[in-house]
């Protein structure tokens, strides 16, 4: 059976009237402002969590959640979002989601505690997921001739890698400029665009038959992702305990409720047949995992280079430009690339390329500076632009027309979930470890404020903070130490990236190798 490319799937609307290719372009270029928000945001963040710690003291849990609570609940609602987008109109859903992410972001920026900034990531997460379900859906109506739409998706996707390479940049700078709240309020001039213009650029879809909203459903979605995060942190951050295994198996009850429940709606909120499709199946599996490398990576580098290297958090961003253009560059190359050989050839060679990259972290030596970690990274973000463009492609592509907005909700929240169990999977790993392996050297309790001893056994930038307020001597064996311990967990989360990378590598071509090339 001959597998169409994703670009070509009709939209549910039937398509816009004619319009001219100016303002199909121009209407694009507005859409890219919240695909490229939503992918910075996932990894602006992570360059300011220094300067947090330094702010609001936040213990290794906080530290966590502060990160993955906007993903959490981005990647719990996308599905559920998209389906509201086609009963109320996909325009009219981005530019509500639009309105409250900016607001939002303006008030997150002055959190002044810890539980705070969680709770504002989590509400951003609410408006985030109104955004993405309705680009892609409004890509393919404004664009219906198949090869102009075939370059307005492979920006799309770009968009998705490039934001995520671009973030450390705009988050170091603006962290080492200004203060750690300014990774927000970016989000404000970004919207304004949009905000100024969509409603005269971007015409409105929606699905003309749409099934009823499911409120069931959507508790259910949320009841799954939630208490398996929380699992995953809790266990390994803690080892095996009641209340880890127990949200795990919680959220695992609820997965088996939520799919039943889909089994028995005539609209179900989410198609449980798309997943029949081993093309499908496979595709949303390399999607989560190339996100999930790509993700984990930039977690453990940004902290490496700015409290081992010592590197200012700006420089730390510049250094991963050409991560960032090698992501964009080989997520655009590989369009005509799949005309010549077979996709599942293509995404099993950028998993490879990830697993290349863990491998330098695994087996190489971290003593000789950030270069070889530099060069791990531009590696990945290759492997990481192929896979993520084509899996896209591949989830749209292998779904029956009449399904094809359900098919890109799901590769968005695959996205998500990729993003957000790299952080908090390797995350939890790394911190686990760091505390396992920290040997600090004795006679601190008498010189340290009990907070500071805390959170030096907490984080690696707790560790350095209080390496600050230590004589010279002292000072470099803390940081001595906290730095071995941190580097021990980095090879160990490496290494499991490294084995997840090569496995999805030989499944993706195996799996894969018999969907025909593109025509």
Do not use: C
Not at 212 to 240: E, F, H, N, Q
Request: hydrophobic fraction near 55%; charged fraction near 10%; glycine fraction near 10%.
């Amino acid at each position: 059976m001959t597998t169409p490319p994703s670009i070509l799937a009709p939209a549910l609307d039937g398509g816009p009237a004619a319009r001219s290719p100016r303002r199909d372009w121009l209407a694009l270029g507005l859409l890219m402002f919240p695909v490229l928000l939503v992918a910075v945001d996932n990894t602006a963040l992570t360059f300011a969590l220094p300067a947090i710690t330094r702010a609001l003291e936040p213990s290794g849990v906080h530290l966590l959640w502060i990160i993955d609570s906007y993903p959490l609940v981005l990647a719990g609602l996308l599905v559920s979002m998209g389906s509201l987008g086609d009963r109320i109109g996909r325009r009219r859903l981005l530019m509500i989601g639009s309105t409250g992410f900016a607001a939002l972001s303006a008030a997150t920026a002055f959190a002044p505690t810890a539980e705070w900034l969680i709770a504002g990531r989590a509400a951003l997460g609410f408006f985030g997921a109104m955004l993405m379900p309705s680009t892609l859906s409004l890509i393919r109506n404004i664009f219906p001739e198949p090869n102009r739409r075939r370059m307005a998706v492979a920006l799309w996707a770009a968009g998705f890698s490039g934001g995520a390479a671009l973030g450390p940049i705009f988050g170091g700078w603006l962290v080492e400029h200004l203060w750690w709240g300014a990774v927000f309020l970016v989000a404000v001039p970004l919207m304004l665009p949009l905000l100024v213009l969509g409603r005269t650029l971007i015409p409105e879809s929606k699905d003309p038959s749409p099934g009823k909203v499911d409120v069931p459903s959507i508790l259910l979605s949320m009841l799954v992702m939630v208490p398996m995060v929380y699992g995953i942190k809790d266990v390994a951050t803690k080892g095996p305990d009641l209340a880890g295994l127990g949200s795990m198996a919680f959220g695992v009850v609820m997965g088996v409720a939520f799919v039943r429940r889909q089994h028995r709606l005539d609209h179900p909120l989410l198609d449980m047949s798309l997943f029949r499709n081993r093309v499908f199946s496979m595709a949303i599996s390399a999607n989560i995992l190339a996100l999930f490398s790509f993700n984990g990576f930039i977690l453990f580098l940004a902290q490496h280079l700015q409290l081992i290297e010592g590197v200012s958090p700006s420089a730390a961003g510049v250094a991963m430009i050409p991560a960032l253009a090698a992501t964009v560059v080989s997520g655009l190359a590989v369009v005509p690339l799949v005309r010549k050989v077979r996709p599942g050839y293509v995404v099993g060679a950028g998993l490879a390329f990830s697993a290349t990259g863990y491998s330098l972290v695994t087996f190489g030596n971290h003593d000789g500076g950030p270069a070889l970690l530099l060069a791990a990274l531009l590696i990945l973000a290759l492997g990481v632009g192929t896979a993520e463009t084509i899996s896209n492609d591949l989830i749209l592509g292998s779904a029956p027309p009449e399904k094809s907005g359900a098919a890109a909700a799901i590769s968005e929240t695959g996205y998500e979930v990729g993003s957000l169990l790299g952080t908090a999977v390797l995350g939890s790993i790394l911190t686990a470890s760091y505390q396992h392996n920290l040997r600090l050297p004795a006679g601190l309790d008498g010189m340290l404020p009990g907070t500071s001893l805390h959170n030096a056994k907490e984080t690696l930038a707790g560790a350095m903070e209080a390496a600050a307020g230590l004589p010279g001597p002292l000072a470099d064996a803390v940081r001595d130490a906290a730095a071995a311990a941190f580097d021990s967990g980095v090879h160990i989360t490496a290494a499991i990236g490294l084995v997840l990378m090569a496995t999805a590598a030989v499944l993706a071509a195996v799996v894969l190798r018999k969907v025909p090339k593109a025509a």
